[in-house]
């Protein structure tokens, strides 16, 4: 690999051919593509998965169906429609692996909107026929879901706003139900909603949530969404970083490839979908997804170990002082944790077809010490109030259940409540990134070593502050990181 490149091509359709051969570019004429697919929530995420294993489909196929047209809903997504509409939807995927650095152009995303450029394209883009497939990838935080009554927050002013001005929605569902109706008045057949965000029975939710919002604006509306569209379940994997101006600068100096946005991922991936579309799909099979009936064991497999790992290395991580994920699995003390905690999570999952548990577990830990991936710990404890419940309490209520051990998931929401005082140990600031940042920090600060004010929050811990056993076990480690330090209380842990 030629360091020392110093021709750069700024990356577009025109560019394509003038590119180094280590790149990988499309072969596929972009022009014959059409999107059978609307995607909203176009982040390093979608664009190193979804759109990747789109683009193998349209490489490895005749098939030009499923092209992908992008959808920012918020401010924050105009630098990725100024990177991507400047370089026509292209932009490099950087597979990082310790051994090597592969790049490669996607272009399976042909066209992209920003919702307050243009609201009424975008649900143009959605009523147009040819779009089959509506996919998301919104953040646990956008489905506006209460953890703890599992209902649509009718009074959140994004769902507000869009029962009383149903033509200039701003939130997801406004959209996906203005698109709908617009298809039933137009006598179309409706599309599929895939949603592709880390949730237990994500379709579910996705469903519940939008048939509870569509039945505020229009009862006869819910009816037929509830009986005419389909939302399968499925399992994503891709650890994904956010990019940073240092993976714009790799992307440049090692490929020679000026792109405004480029994205890195690990070399793994994994897709399981719940067979289940109203309008038709791409055939994944022939590019490696996993079509199946049930996709929750898989789901669950994920969630509990990969995310819940992710929250404990976040918010541990974050108290001692490291910044990167690959630096907390350098520390052993951390790293036994994380396995440890793995290993209590194990009873509360199901048989998993075509999985060996251990090996997966044993695949994470080396995903997690990726040193190329440079992961941040900001974005694993992102929105973190949206995530415990969902990736860490349910594994909680079954080992419960099961009389089962509950010491390492204690630790998790433990670290977590600690992290919430907003600073490390060596007393420097932690942001909290959180729709409840306020209540948290608050609670956290007040409650000191005593995790009980935290606890009544019922919207996110439900009834679990009455086992007496799972509450004393979380006081127990937060008064020890209190007194002895996050090093010595692991320290201390793993002599049991």
Not at 125 to 148: F, H, N, Q
Not at 242 to 262: H, L, S
């Amino acid at each position: 690999m030629n360091t020392h490149r110093t021709a750069v091509t700024k990356l577009n359709e025109q560019s394509l051919p003038h590119l180094p051969d280590t790149v990988q570019i499309p072969k596929y004429d972009r022009h014959q593509v059409t999107n059978g697919i609307v995607h909203i929530g176009v982040g390093g995420f979608h664009r190193a998965h979804q759109a990747l294993y789109l683009d193998n489909y349209l490489h490895q196929t005749s098939d030009r169906h499923w092209g992908v047209c992008g959808i920012g809903l918020l401010e924050y997504d105009k630098k990725m429609r100024d990177a991507l509409q400047s370089q026509n939807c292209l932009y490099t995927l950087v597979e990082r692996s310790p051994e090597s650095d592969r790049a490669r152009v996607i272009g399976a995303i042909t066209k992209y909107l920003f919702a307050p450029d243009d609201r009424q394209a975008v649900i143009n883009a959605m009523v147009d026929p040819k779009c089959r497939i509506v996919s998301l990838t919104i953040t646990e935080a956008g489905y506006y879901y209460i953890e703890g009554t599992g209902e649509l927050d009718v009074n959140h002013p994004t769902i507000q706003h869009d029962v009383q001005y149903p033509n200039e929605p701003i939130g997801v569902f406004g959209f996906l139900t203005a698109a709908l109706s617009q298809r039933l008045q137009a006598g179309y057949k409706p599309f599929t909603v895939l949603s592709c965000d880390n949730l237990q029975g994500n379709g579910k939710i996705a469903q519940k949530m939008l048939i509870s919002f569509a039945q505020l604006q229009d009862p006869e509306l819910a009816h037929w969404i509830a009986e005419n569209v389909t939302f399968p379940n499925n399992m994503v994997d891709r650890i994904t970083p956010a990019t940073t101006p240092a993976d714009v600068e790799m992307v440049r100096t090692q490929f020679g490839i000026e792109d405004g946005f480029p994205v890195v991922a690990e070399p793994f991936l994994q897709w399981v979908i719940e067979d289940n579309f109203c309008a038709g799909r791409p055939d994944w099979e022939s590019v490696g997804v996993q079509m199946t009936d049930d996709v929750h064991p898989y789901e669950m497999m994920k969630i509990r170990l990969l995310n819940a790992s992710h929250l404990l290395i976040g918010c541990l991580g974050t108290l001692v002082g490291y910044t990167y994920v690959h630096d907390v699995m350098a520390d052993p003390l951390i790293r036994q944790a994380v396995d440890r905690l793995m290993n209590e999570v194990t009873p509360t999952l199901q048989p998993v077809p075509g999985i060996d548990l251990d090996d997966y577990k044993k695949t994470l830990i080396e995903r997690f010490a990726n040193p190329k991936i440079r992961d941040q710990l900001p974005r694993l404890c992102l929105y973190s109030s949206a995530k415990i419940p969902k990736f860490l309490l349910g594994s909680v209520r079954d080992a419960l259940n099961q009389n089962g051990a509950v010491e390492y998931m204690s630790l998790a929401i433990a670290a977590w409540f600690r992290y919430l005082k907003g600073q490390d140990e060596q007393g420097n600031p932690i942001p909290i990134d959180d729709a409840m940042a306020d209540v948290l920090t608050q609670r956290a600060n007040t409650g000191g070593s005593d995790p009980h004010s935290l606890f009544e929050l019922t919207e996110i811990f439900g009834d679990l502050s009455q086992s007496s056993h799972f509450v004393k076990t979380v006081a127990k480690h937060l008064q020890n990181f209190d007194q002895l330090g996050v090093k010595e209380t692991l320290a201390q842990l793993m002599q049991h």
